[in-house]
């Protein structure tokens, strides 16, 4: 059998040219987690200018200043001065525990912004359990901080690292309870869904209006969740030091900084999801979808930036409540949690299936 050269060429191109769709197709995978990762970075860096900004306007300071324009690359300062510190690491402590603690904290909660749609469809994984995925994602975070704790071998760090422990079980109970009622009134446990069926009719469709006591619950899990004040309990600095960061420092305390407010971050997006209509336009019988079906891109655009504007209004609620409300004693924290939000949330969840019930 001959094969001519001209043959020989065309099968050569031929080859080239599925390899090179091959490499186009793996770049175009990574193009969406990267673009959401970048997103998630800038959201982070905006949060940390913010709190700075509202806290001094409540403590009548003047703020974050020279650092670019109104002091908003502060933070960026902040963390490269972070990287480029030394790594100290204690010397009689469980290494690999200690190394570890920080990038679990960190990884757990960045995998929940997977199935968190920031605009129609604009998910990452449009999944059948994606709410109760970032449930349980989530829930790995604190075994992160415990063993940041233990692994530090200091008994300041140890105690911190239990109370995160036992604040993370007290208040994801509750807050497990609200969403599932939540779930119960969409009829779905995907994000999406969830949204969609708040689209119908418009601000009043939100289920802020019918779950109200869900949403009061599920507001203060989520700060203690966050380990915000009045919550802040594991890193109490009057009792603890710094609590299970005492022993970090350079970018180990870094990652740990940053997974805090990764953390606000995305109990904002689910509290806009969840009880506020996600990237729905609050106005009845106008839905995105319309938008989205004359202009894919402006529709898209727009869903992002409402879902965005509900997501920074409960930030500053967060915020506010921080510079406000005084710190919790643990006894406190822990009745709060297993004797009044425990035993209303399981009740509300009663009523929502009683009531789901009776409307079929």
């Given amino acids: 059998m001959i094969i001519y050269a001209t043959e020989v060429q065309t099968i050569n191109s031929f080859v080239r040219l599925e390899s090179l769709k091959e490499v186009y197709g793996l770049i175009w995978i990574f193009v969406p987690i990267f673009s959401l990762i970048l997103g998630i970075i800038t959201g982070v860096l905006v949060i940390v200018w913010l709190e ?22 502060q933070a960026l300062a902040d963390g490269t001065k972070l990287l480029f510190k030394e790594d100290l690491r204690p010397s009689r402590g469980n290494t690999p525990l200690f190394s570890i603690g920080p990038s679990i904290a960190v990884i757990s909660i960045l995998l929940s912004y997977s199935v968190l749609p920031f605009s129609n469809h604009l998910v ?31 008994k300041y760090s140890f105690l911190g690292g ?24 969409s009829n779905s446990l995907s994000t999406v869904d969830i949204v969609e ?46 609590g299970y960061q005492t022993e970090y420092s350079g970018i180990k305390f870094g990652l740990f900084y940053v997974a805090s407010y990764l953390n606000l971050l995305i109990s904002s997006l689910f509290v806009t999801v969840l009880y506020l209509g996600g990237w729905n336009i609050s106005i009845p019988y106008v839905s995105i979808l319309e938008l989205f079906e004359r202009d894919p891109i402006f529709g898209t655009t727009i869903g992002i930036f409402i879902t965005l504007a509900k997501t920074y ?14 710190r919790l004693r643990m006894d406190q924290l822990l009745n709060l949690g297993w004797k009044f939000l425990l035993p209303i949330s399981l009740g509300n969840l009663l009523l929502t299936t009683s009531f789901q019930l009776f409307s079929l």
């Fill in 52 to 73: 700075r900004e509202i806290s001094a306007g409540i403590q009548q300071r003047i703020g974050p200043e020279y650092a670019g324009p109104l002091g908003i690359l």
């Fill in 124 to 154: 990452l994984a449009d999944l059948n359990i994606g709410i109760f995925l970032w449930i349980a994602i989530s829930s790995i975070a604190p075994i992160g901080l415990l063993i940041s704790g233990y692994g530090s071998n200091n």
């Fill in 313 to 326: 209004l409960f930030l500053f609620i967060s915020i506010a409540t921080r510079w406000t409300l005084p």
């Fill in 162 to 185: 239990l109370r995160a422990a036992a604040q993370s079980i007290s208040y994801e109970i509750p807050l497990t309870l609200c969403v599932l009622s939540i779930s119960l009134l």
């Fill in 197 to 242: 069926a708040q689209s119908k009719y418009g601000f009043w469709g939100w289920n802020l209006w019918r779950q109200p006591i869900g949403f009061i619950i599920f507001l203060i899990s989520s700060l203690a969740e966050c380990e915000r004040l009045p919550f802040d309990l594991p890193e109490a600095e009057e009792e603890l030091i710094a």
